[in-house]
């Protein structure tokens, strides 16, 4: 007979592909899934040298496009795009 799968046995469902598929993260600069550990290991390896967007925006040193529309869409930046100031 086959095991019970239990939460430890199933892949986690906190993030998945727009397919619904698992993926172990993505790129907070472009947005890539990525679908095992190696793979995200490829995409940072030498300061995130195969990132595109990373690599076009880091003589800018702003953040990453990603979080820079989560914390707009929060309230979380004034309206130059600075962290807010309390």
């Known amino acids: 007979t086959e095991e019970p799968r239990t939460a ?11 397919e619904g598929n698992h993926i172990v993260g993505f790129c907070l600069w472009c947005d890539k899934d990525f679908y095992s550990m190696d793979e995200v290991e490829v995409h940072n390896a ?3 040298a195969n990132c595109p967007v ?3 925006l880091k003589a800018e040193h702003c953040m990453p496009p990603v979080l820079q529309a989560m914390f707009e869409r929060a309230g979380l930046l004034d309206d130059e795009g600075n962290d807010k100031k309390k």
């Open 8 to 18: 430890e046995s199933e892949p986690s469902q906190m993030f998945t592909d727009k």
């Open 46 to 48: 030498n300061h995130m």
């Open 54 to 56: 990373s690599q076009e």
